[in-house]
């Protein structure tokens, strides 16, 4: 059986010390300016009360990434054992088509490599079956990494007992694998996904495929339907000269 | 091998017509912390640099400006400690590759490691007493100065490297950084020898 | 009406070895591009095909290298065939195919149009105008594809070279420039396909003369007559018949 | 809209993306069912790395590490899993603490001051001249004045061999603000009350809490990784958090009930609650006859607290201290009252101290389940050295425990200003902490950091010529800016050790750059907890630059200053292993491991739980927990357990509170690149309402001022997270070193407009009285 990556965030444990955020920079030597990983503090007034809630947040390995499906070279791609979305150094030519396609905000292009950079849940460290730099760094314990699919699993144990939620919209849903737990609280409009957008590029392109497509296929049934006319055309012309001969 | 400091004194080395080693030991010397031995060392150097360059040559007449400037006195200690160690936030002149390199400014950073394996592939490191990081200034000079006066192929391809892919990147601010930061005349012409050495 | 008149030679080898190198290596450029291009949003062919060809290969980077070797030799030969067969060769050809003036485009769209509804039985009896060594609908597409083919060089060196050698991070021009050239590259790669489509047909099925001739290099001269009877009055001017 | 789904992702998520307008291929076949393409790719492997342990130094809790290098350098910082202080978990401080070792501007080389004091003209020597420069002008102050001429103020790096150094040079003068200017309020209520501390490395049982009661205990942004844990754990296994701060912070956020109480008066409250506590007999009868004296004396003193007295002083409802009363003795022992970290803010913090540990006490919380635990101890002897000249002081100071008050006694009653030493001829400290007549009850070990600051600029009472200082930042981690500038600017001789700049360093006439807590063996760090444990501190690279440890350095020093017998060993390392050898180990045992424990164990946390005795004992010899201290009876001082009223803003004033955020470690972090990114400069929180009435929107620059014109210029927060009454900002901004190259000249600092005022009773700061005008510039 396969495994399934899943991030879970306990918003009710997360004290935004932004522990996570700092073991993501010295782990994977992230340039100052970008991160791979995130807190956003929301605060609002509920009926005069002040209130505050806390999202650690990254990406969020979606099984229909967006990414994946802007990226040219296939570059961005779901490792098919575990599900996590990871990116290939060796073939990302840095083209930011896949930037404006994550719901999520989750993808930069990084100026040291020139290629895109994200979370990749610690796909190195994993891999050796260490836990994620951010969810090992923890001081609220507020972040749990784990296979889905593995019913002993503590994340299996934890989807079980509590009613966790994703950051999904009517519009944008893309699967994400990335689940908190806020106690029951609404989820402030600041943490949703945002409608993915293209580059006008990209914009052009969604066009040009299908309109290639159907002009590429208009052709081959214009000659067809030639080549058949032209069949029936010759058989008619046999049968004339046969007749002909029969006469 | 350690080298850092203990180079100078290898005086074989310096015998060569090949000047470049002596004019990276020159460089080098001038941005290491200014003590008494180090300056009559860096006076042996000019001399022997001022009777070898060619008259024509671009270096000489910074060369012949050093002269008067070479002697030990408190306000060179001061001004060194002023440039080099108290970088105040209007000027630093941090004298570490790494500083510049890396987006945090941090020092030690992978900068510091390239040059620190590049040393260590000529059988070198800085010697601990020095004080030194393998990435100040004062180390890469004497390491190209070393390297200048290896007569091998390998070296040659290191200096090269390490010049263009390198210092090239990072000296030229440092250069701008002392010249924006009104140094004593002294540090001013360890500035411009030292772009001069770049070109 | 097949009778024996005479061949006369039409083509040189090298133009033949050309046509044919070219006709290859271009579809081995198709096989392998639709195999690199992977997205959703970018890619051309169902799936299975990237994913056959990138395994094939050992990954997409195996791909991307051959895909522009294969480029690169293309673009070679055809810089080199230029520069060596300018005069006798690449400058007639020029003069016959590229349809540069709105009249001339005209002109030729009429005649292909006309060729085009013969093909389904109409307009049978209107008389098509008399037509130069290429007719209308191959001047067309050639220009075409000639047009294409510069861009396809173009933007397939960019896409390949671009990403080496700019550090993309300092100027989003770059990625940009990116983008649209992998708009263009496979907008171009449709426009080809879809003329090459109808040339090989005219090729295979209405006219297996000029596929003949495209083998030997020679063509009869009846045809030339029948098809392109400008060109014939050119080729009797210069004695050739 | 969300989905509530525990396992599949639903399959209108997949539709959702069909939708996208991408799907239409050549094929024209729906793009899902192919669209991943399964190529081969290589995946990034993880780089080799060598791990030492050691334990961290980026606050005062001091968390387990284990620390990875590669080619020479310490690339990331874990947590070790071992540790009782953090259980694996490093926040972002200890992240960061790589960029403490690798910031450009940190201390590298020995330096002499060669401009006016303060001026940060400096040059490069050599340690020897920097140690013989050292030695000489320490000897030269004790033969002019006596040893009790130097001053050693401690802080921040491992300070234990700066302290050993002064007290073999003969001075009882050694002091780190933890008692003056932080816990000491806190720790000696406990002390005199009950006779534990409660303070340092805090032993109660958070995990099994079923009630905290937190005055202004931001434990969430104030934060110790082991502690907030902890806590973290005890909300999560049902406890309830009643949180009390005019501030709503995010631990006011996980709170189940949030007062924004009147600054300055949760002291009232908490006299309100014991009158409620006590008249509804609500406390714990049982521990009370057994463990407690002095119920009915304190009843009576509490008569005139009742909750209708407090709620006009603290805006808290009478009936909800009533409830509040009820819900935790239904719910003790297994309660906890949670004093606030840093508890020098009123003018009566002991009064605070008291009330708090007074409830608990009635609560029984001492011994219990969910309440304190009683820690374990390791036994790691300290070596073998000559006495000391101030032996009461330094045996004290040497041994790990806090707030030792064994001999406190000691001290003869009478007592003469003019003499600065007992009849045995101990000189007293010149802070006055445990001296007669002045702060007695004082901690004598830490001292009254403020108090020696005001002894050095005055001279009083008997010269300081001479000033160590170990690490800390006596401008922004005390209050009065202009006594800490007149002492730096008297003494003949000032040396500061180092690993960072900072404004008080730049007075240094000697600075001696230390090497990182990276970069070092050190001491061992004996703790207890439930499980007793001794851990190691190894060094995951060679010291950077030209920097020395802090041991090495001491040692150099006492071998020049004839005080070598105090230094045994030629290096720190060497001292570890005879320890190590003494505690019935090895270091080589240790390192492998990084902490060696004596596991938890119930019946002595708990003795209640287990048909055990708590063990008491006051510093007035008492085996019961005294409600009404008989020590401060005799002195006089149990007036402070009474109610002091506190100061109030006039119509356009308001209180000037300042706090913590998670990512910052007092004054000492705001220069480190990587938690600096987080927040470059500090912000003034005020609320909408007095916001508007002044015309201040988000963003705006305004001024800040005190009654003593003390004022600054910062950006406004405008949020209803804030008492209309109160102003907030986080502390350890406004820094004007120009070395602090990330730091300098952003935000204010706090500490200069914080009040200055003492705690009558124990001489500890009262910071929190300040009241501030704020205007739009």
Known sequence: MTKKYVMLADTTRCINCKACVVACRAEWETPMGHTRDWVKEVEWVQNDQPKVMLFPGRCQHCDDAPCIEACPSGAAYKREEDGIVLLDNGICSGCELCIPACPYEARWLNPETNTISKCTFCQPRIDEGLAPACVQTCVGRALVFGDKNDPNSEVSRLLEEKTWVKLTTDEVNVGPNHYYYTAGEALPDEVMPKQYDRHLSGKVMEIVNPVGAIGLGAMLLTFLGAGVIKLVGRRNEVCASENKEEK | MCFILIFLKQTDLLKKVNRQPQLYLLASGLFNQPTPARINDLCRLLNDLLQTTPKNAPMLPILKALKPQLNYNKVLKTEYSRLFILAFPNEPVQPFASYWLESDHSLMGNSTLEIKKMMAEHGIEVAENSGLLPDHIVSELEFIAYLASQDDEKARQTQRQLLEQHCARWMPQFIEALNKSNPMPYYQLAADFLKQLMV | ?241 | MSTHDHFDPSRRAFLGATAGGTALTIAGLPSQALARINAPHESEKLKETTEVFGFCDMCYWRCGLKIRSRDGRAVKIDGNSEHPNNWGVVCAKGNSGLMVAYAPNRLKYPMKRVGERGAGQWERITWDEALDTVAQELKKVKEKHGPQALSMIGHGTWEKPYHRLAHAFGTPNTTSPVFGLCCGPRGLSNMIIIGRNLTGNETIDLENCKYFLMMGRNITESLHNGETLGWVNGVANGAKVVYFDPRYTITASKADEYYAIRPLTDHAFLLAMIHVVINEELYDKKFVTEYVDGLDELKQRVQKYTPEWAEPITEVPAKDIRRLAREMAAKAPSVFVYAPRRMTRTSNDFGMGMSITILNTLFGVWGHKGGVFTPQKYSVPEIDLPEFKHAHLARRAEDGGDFDYSDMMDLPPEYDSNHIADKHGTIYRADGAGVPTRWPVANAKYGLTNEMWRAIAEQKPYPIRALITAGGNGFLNSTNYDIIRKALETVDFYVAADVSPNEMNMYADILLPEASYLERYDDLQVGGAREAYVAVRMPAMKPLHDTRDAWTICKQLADRMDLGAYFPHDSIKELLEDRMKKAGSSLAEIEKVGILKIPADPAKNFPLEHGGKLQIKTPSGSTKAELIPGMLKMMGYDKALDYVEQVRPNEDEFHMTFGRIGFHTHARTQDNIWTADFMRENVLWIHPEPAAKRGIKEGDLVKVSDRNDRSGEIKAKVTARIRKDSIFMVHGFGHWDKRMTTAYGMGVADSDLASYAVDPHIGTMSMGLSLVKVEKV
């Not at chain 3, 291009?37 to 890619?43: A, D, F, H, W």
């Not at chain 3, 300018?86 to 400058?91: E, K, P, R, Y």
């Not at chain 3, 003069?95 to 039985?121: E, Y």
């Open chain 3, 1 to 241: 009406m097949s009778d024996t008149s005479q061949m006369i030679p039409v083509r040189e080898k090298k133009s033949i070895y050309m046509h044919w190198f070219n006709a290859g290596i271009r579809l081995l450029l198709l096989l392998t591009g639709f195999g690199i291009i992977s997205g959703e949003l970018v890619r051309v062919v169902p799936a299975f095909w990237p994913e056959f060809m990138q395994g094939l290969f050992g990954g997409n980077d195996n791909l991307i290298l051959t895909h522009s070797v294969l480029a690169m030799i293309w673009i070679g030969v055809f810089v080199l065939f230029i520069l060596f067969n300018f005069t006798n060769i690449v400058l007639p050809f020029l003069k016959n195919v590229l349809v540069l003036t709105p009249s001339a485009a005209i002109k030729d769209m009429k005649s292909m149009t006309l060729n085009l509804l013969q093909l389904f039985g109409i307009m049978k009896n209107v008389p098509i105008p008399p037509q130069g060594r290429y007719n209308g609908a191959q001047r067309l597409l050639g220009t075409m594809i000639i047009f294409c083919s510069i861009i396809l060089a173009f933007t397939g060196l960019y896409l390949f070279f671009g990403p080496q050698v700019l550090n993309f991070s300092e100027n989003p021009l770059y990625g940009a420039i990116f983008r649209w050239s992998l708009v263009a590259h496979i907008s171009c790669v449709f426009l080809v396909v879809t003329g090459v489509i109808a040339h090989v047909y005219f090729a295979l099925v209405e006219e297996p003369e000029c596929m003949d001739a495209m083998k030997s290099g020679h063509a009869n001269v009846e045809f030339i007559k029948h098809h392109n009877a400008l060109w014939y009055d050119e080729l009797k001017q210069e004695g050739k018949v």
